[in-house]
């Protein structure tokens, strides 16, 4: 059982470069995120997904897109990189109850984000 | 307002000391979770508890024990005899259950855990 697979682990972008940051989880979990780790500021959400075909903003969601097409996949689409969004991501899943998630949150192992 | 607080920034304790990690937590919700994660150096997010807040009963686990209080919207995290791969960092985090709420984690800043040899 995979759990939750993030890819790419490390990445370095030139400023302007797009990218898309894969995630996939086997545990058939509705709902899915996308947060970013930055010193001092703890885990900010970026976008979420209560299941396929649906999205909806975090705290942080400008410069990123996702989309959610299947209940497997939930990428992140940095759409014109910036030194700012130099950072550690992680998508996160967990099970539902109508749309809202419950039970435990389970992490991917992380991608390191370096813009330059 | 929902908010988690972890005052303690930084611990460094020596190995088979005994540390509690603080968590204070708002929220007006009557229904909710709270959760503790840790990150070692290597940098993923380890699940280590959930509680729901109707169940204040203390729970144990191996050298790991938390104390969640109502009365003092507190979910404080013991290691006992700490050892070395203790070392991470300790998220607390809250999940609010009133809709609209209750999709997003509200996450504590973290307590970084040094255990010295």
């Known amino acids: 059982n995979a759990g939750v697979t993030q890819t790419p682990k490390f990445q370095v972008l030139k400023t302007g470069q797009s990218m898309t940051l894969q995630c996939a989880q086997d545990?058939?979990?509705?709902?899915m995120s996308w947060y970013r780790q930055d010193p001092g500021m703890g885990l900010r959400l970026i976008h979420y997904s209560v299941g396929a075909g649906i999205t909806d903003q975090g705290e942080v969601p400008n410069g990123y897109n996702v989309s959610r097409s299947t209940t497997e996949d939930f990428p992140l689409r940095l759409l014109s990189a910036a030194p700012s969004q130099t950072s550690v991501y992680f998508c996160?899943?967990?099970?539902?109850?109508?749309?809202?998630?419950?039970?435990?949150?389970?992490f991917g192992e992380g991608s390191w984000l370096t813009v330059v | 307002a929902q908010k988690v607080t972890q005052a303690q920034t930084e611990i460094s304790v020596v190995e088979k000391e005994d540390v509690t990690l603080d968590c204070v937590y708002e929220?007006?919700?009557?229904?909710?979770?709270l959760f503790w994660y840790k990150q070692p150096p290597s940098g993923e997010l380890v699940f280590l508890i959930r509680r729901n807040s109707f169940d204040e009963q203390n729970e144990i686990s191996g050298r790991y024990s938390w104390n969640f209080q109502k009365s003092t919207s507190s979910f404080n995290f013991t290691i006992t005899a700490s050892q070395v791969v203790d070392s991470a960092v300790y998220f607390c985090?809250?999940?609010?259950?009133?809709?609209?709420?209750?999709?997003?984690?509200?996450w504590g800043l973290g307590t970084s855990l040094a255990v010295n040899p």
């Open positions: 545990m058939n979990h509705e709902y």
């Open positions: 985090a809250l999940r609010p259950s009133n809709a609209g709420n209750n999709r997003k984690l509200i």
């Open positions: 996160a899943s967990s099970y539902s109850t109508g749309s809202v998630p419950s039970g435990t949150i389970y």
């Open positions: 929220t007006r919700d009557t229904t909710y979770y």
